[in-house]
């Protein structure tokens, strides 16, 4: 019966924290707001190469409410931890995703003072972000 009990609470608390199940990377919520958000970055890439600003500009939000998305969940690669270690890996993973967001907000100012030199060196600081996030959170069998 306690062991019952006690699957049943950490079934909870991991349900709580907003983890689903998934069987594979690819099928994990964070994975679906990651690909929201590189399609939305792509094109946004493109429009600041083109000179085309509102029209990056205008994707923003998307990038920003994927970000928020994802912020709450846990990579499919710390799916085994628990307690403390999870918690870490928990609070690593927003930091690192955090620090992301704060870049996209620079690229926000950039794109409001039309600024497209510093647009693309923000683009490229995005960049790192994404291969060093990837690196340390993304599963080996992850896309
Ligand atoms: C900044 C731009 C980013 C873009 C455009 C992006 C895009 C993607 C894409 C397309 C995937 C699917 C797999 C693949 O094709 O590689 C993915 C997966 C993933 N990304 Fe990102 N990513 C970014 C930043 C980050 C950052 C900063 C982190 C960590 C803090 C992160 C953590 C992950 C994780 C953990 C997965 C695997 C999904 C899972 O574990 O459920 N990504 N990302």
Redesign the pocket.
């Known amino acids: 019966m306690r062991v019952l009990m006690t699957l049943l609470l950490a079934g909870g608390v991991a349900l709580g924290s907003g983890q689903a199940v998934?069987a594979s990377?690819?099928s994990?919520?964070?994975?679906g707001h990651?690909?929201t958000?590189?399609?939305?970055?792509?094109d946004i890439t493109r429009a600041v190469r083109g000179n085309q600003l509102a029209e990056a500009a205008a994707r923003m939000n998307v990038v920003h409410a994927a970000?928020e998305d994802?912020l709450p969940?846990?990579?499919?690669?710390?799916?085994e931890l628990s307690g403390e270690a999870l918690e870490q890996a928990q609070a690593?993973?927003?930091?690192?995703?955090t620090?992301?967001r704060e870049?996209?907000e620079q690229l926000d100012d950039a794109l409001q003072a039309e600024d497209r030199r510093q647009a693309l060196a923000v683009l490229s600081n995005?960049?790192d972000?994404?291969r060093?996030?990837?690196r340390?959170?993304?599963?080996s069998s992850?896309?």
């Open positions: 998934a990377c690819e994990t919520e964070l994975f990651m690909e958000l590189a399609d939305n970055l792509r970000i994802a969940l846990t990579p499919f690669s710390r799916r690593d993973y927003r930091a690192a995703l620090e992301t870049l996209f995005i960049s972000a994404r060093s996030g990837h340390e959170f993304k599963d992850c896309g």
